[in-house]
């Protein structure tokens, strides 16, 4: 598998929210090869990552990247990162769940949105929920939804989303959440 394909096809990324971003920054699917770009490292600035070796981050990357190539309409895992022409400085991931409800609907998940600590203050998080939302939509989501901290509220407010329920949660050993 070449390094340089893409984890989903990049003509689902709108162009008008590439527009947006500073000169000479993009907005790409996720590649194989951003294991040495930088993508962890943006990761770690949202949560602890985690020593993944580069056959780890192969295996996982070629597992969700196969749930996507089943044909028009089969995606689960759109991974976009921003890429400052050297190295990715931002990151966010648009899972997509089937539903029985809603003829048969599907619902995005936004996860894992994280910017490099030296490129925060461009609006690249605004920019990446914006891109996230597009692809979405693209995809054929009835809505997007989100977890945030109360901390985060405001931004994802900023953004266009709105407080619609309560997140819970229950945690399970940590060792074995890092073997799924």
């Not at 400085?89 to 997509?96: E, Q, R």
């Not at 600590?117 to 693209?138: C, F």
């Not at 407080?163 to 890092?178: E, T």
């Amino acid at each position: 598998m070449s390094s340089d394909t893409g984890l989903f096809p990049a003509s689902l990324i709108s162009a008008e929210m590439s527009s947006c971003l500073p000169a000479n920054y993009s907005l790409r699917p996720l590649q194989q090869s951003d294991f040495r770009t930088g993508f962890l490292d943006v990761l770690r600035v949202l949560t602890t990552v985690g020593d993944v070796t580069e056959d780890q981050w192969t295996e996982r990357y070629e597992w969700m990247r196969s749930r996507n190539m089943s044909g028009p309409g089969s995606g689960e895992y759109f991974i976009l990162v921003i890429w400052d022409g050297a190295r990715v400085v931002g990151a966010g991931t648009l899972v997509v769940e089937r539903k029985f409800i809603h003829d048969l609907g599907l619902v995005g998940h936004i996860e894992d949105i994280a910017v490099a600590k030296d490129q925060q203050g461009k609006k690249l998080g605004l920019r990446m929920i914006q891109a996230l939302d597009s692809l979405a939509d693209q995809v054929g989501c009835y809505k997007s939804i989100l977890d945030c901290s109360e901390a985060n509220e405001g931004f994802y407010v900023k953004c266009g989303y709105k407080r619609a329920g309560l997140q819970m949660a229950h945690y399970y050993d940590a060792a074995r959440s890092s073997k799924v």
